[in-house]
């Protein structure tokens, strides 16, 4: 192996997942403290239409990611299976064709949703006395999207190849960068909502050019070569690889997000204090997830080598780690916001309606933790075998189906109001959970 590679087919189990997933979790903290500096300093500065301006103009962001999300994805799984099975002379022409693909797909999706940013906010339900807000938010963040999808393509290549701590150390600079921007644009030049976006963009961006600078630098030590010839021409037969693994899961990443928002549209048009809480639910379940993400993204990579090198009985004691370390959590977490939910939604804000919304949501944020608990290991097992009908499953019912069906369910049919909506999104993340879980007892992960 090369030096900055590692190889998961041999070796303590519990000792390298947690080696492996430690940066990978700190790099989640930090990508969540771009949004929840964001939300702390707007909502002390402009109040619960700030709040609400962030949250709707996150959650479009967010949305935009699924193709990056999916493609990354699909790339690391393959490079991980690629390298498992020693087929290191194929890696810089895949690495290379990966990120043409990306970057183009990127700027066409970045075009079309800054035409229509209006459209969008509009269907979003977003109150009227924080559109404006929500508006400049979008239109920077979108502007800037395309330094995200490198970043992730990036971040997902060095993954696959085992490297987690060198994303780590990038993010962190931009993190500090995020919050010195922050208090300049949104306390001292008062540019509001658009200060805090532009301070998260210029912040990604330098992440970004940081990544690709090393990568280049360090393609040796990483274990590839690649030439000007990978980005530009294309091999068919890995881009069939990508596009294969990475379309069922851009799909999933897509019809969760857009299940999401629908489900906030919904949410938003019950007023600007339930439209506020709900960017700070959003915040407190990324937290809840952070491990958790962290451990699907690392187990995937444990996975693919594993399976690509045929240690079928590795992959099995990497799940079982994940689900104890991922329950222990999620029972911690919700320890804390049921002894102490007033001083956690502080943080936040002092607006009493705010915090009274969030009293009510108490129960619902155990819900998501312990979903969130349980779609670790089973997504670490659907991504990193490559299974793309399982991928398919998860997002028809986990990003469609049963989150805006349970949502319009308890939502409407049972008049449960905006409290429904959020326990209809809750119960749709333990989808993947029984899909896995099939996955597993049928033993197809092993093709």
């Known amino acids: 192996?090369?030096?900055?590679?590692?190889?998961?087919?041999?070796?303590?189990?519990?000792?390298?997942?947690?080696?492996?997933?430690?940066?990978?979790?700190?790099?989640?903290?930090?990508?969540?403290?771009?949004?929840?500096?964001?939300?702390?300093?707007?909502?002390?500065?402009?109040?619960?239409?700030?709040?609400?301006?962030?949250?709707?103009?996150?959650?479009?962001?967010?949305?935009?990611?699924?193709?990056?999300?999916?493609?990354?994805?699909?790339?690391?799984?393959?490079?991980?299976?690629?390298?498992?099975?020693?087929?290191?002379?194929?890696?810089?022409?895949?690495?290379?064709?990966?990120?043409?693909?990306?970057?183009?797909?990127?700027?066409?999706?970045?075009?079309?949703?800054?035409?229509?940013?209006?459209?969008?906010?509009?269907?979003?339900?977003?109150?009227?006395?924080?559109?404006?807000?929500?508006?400049?938010?979008?239109?920077?963040?979108?502007?800037?999207?395309?330094?995200?999808?490198?970043?992730?393509?990036?971040?997902?290549?060095?993954?696959?190849?085992?490297?987690?701590?060198?994303?780590?150390?990038?993010?962190?600079?931009?993190?500090?960068?995020?919050?010195?921007?922050?208090?300049?644009?949104?306390?001292?030049?008062?540019?509001?909502?658009?200060?805090?976006?532009?301070?998260?963009?210029?912040?990604?961006?330098?992440?970004?050019?940081?990544?690709?600078?090393?990568?280049?630098?360090?393609?040796?030590e990483l274990g590839f070569e690649i030439s000007r010839a990978d980005f530009f021409t294309p091999d068919f037969e890995l881009l069939k690889k990508l596009i294969s693994l990475g379309v069922p899961m851009a799909i999933k990443s897509a019809s969760i997000h857009f299940s999401k928002i629908f489900v906030s549209s919904w949410i938003n048009s019950y007023g600007v204090a339930v439209s506020a809480f709900a960017g700070i639910g959003n915040k407190i379940n990324s937290i809840a997830m952070l491990m958790s993400n962290a451990l699907t993204m690392a187990g995937a990579s444990m996975v693919g080598q594993n399976i690509g090198a045929k240690k079928f009985e590795r992959v099995t004691k990497i799940l079982q780690v994940i689900f104890a370390i991922t329950l222990t959590i999620a029972a911690l977490m919700s320890a804390a916001i049921w002894f102490f939910p007033t001083q956690i939604f502080s943080i936040f804000t002092d607006d009493t309606n705010v915090i009274a919304v969030g009293m009510e949501y108490l129960p619902l944020a155990i819900l998501f933790f312990f979903g969130s608990a349980v779609r670790s290991p089973m997504n670490a097992l659907i991504n990193g075998s490559g299974n793309y009908v399982s991928n398919f499953l998860t997002a028809l019912f986990d990003g469609i189906i049963l989150r805006i069906g349970l949502a319009l369910l308890f939502g409407l049919e049972l008049e449960m109001n905006y409290l429904g909506f959020w326990l209809g999104d809750a119960l749709a993340g333990f989808t993947p959970l029984v899909i896995g879980t099939a996955l597993y007892f049928s033993g197809k992960w092993r093709q």
């Open 1 to 220: 192996m090369a030096n900055f590679t590692q190889d998961f087919t041999q070796g303590n189990v519990p000792r390298q997942l947690i080696t492996f997933a430690l940066p990978l979790y700190l790099s989640n903290i930090l990508q969540i403290i771009y949004n929840v500096v964001d939300m702390i300093i707007v909502g002390q500065t402009l109040g619960k239409v700030g709040l609400s301006a962030v949250a709707i103009g996150g959650d479009v962001t967010a949305f935009l990611t699924f193709f990056s999300m999916g493609f990354s994805g699909a790339g690391q799984v393959i490079i991980a299976q690629l390298l498992g099975a020693q087929k290191t002379q194929e890696l810089g022409r895949f690495i290379g064709n990966m990120m043409s693909f990306l970057f183009t797909g990127g700027i066409i999706l970045s075009v079309a949703c800054l035409i229509l940013r209006e459209n969008i906010l509009d269907l979003l339900n977003t109150p009227p006395e924080s559109f404006g807000e929500a508006l400049s938010y979008a239109t920077v963040t979108i502007s800037g999207i395309i330094f995200i999808y490198g970043y992730n393509a990036i971040s997902s290549i060095m993954r696959g190849l085992g490297d987690s701590k060198h994303p780590f150390i990038f993010i962190s600079v931009a993190a500090i960068l995020n919050v010195v921007l922050d208090i300049c644009f949104v306390i001292y030049l008062e540019m509001g909502a658009m200060g805090a976006a532009l301070a998260t963009v210029i912040s990604q961006g330098t992440s970004f050019i940081s990544c690709i600078i090393f990568l280049y630098k360090h393609r040796a």
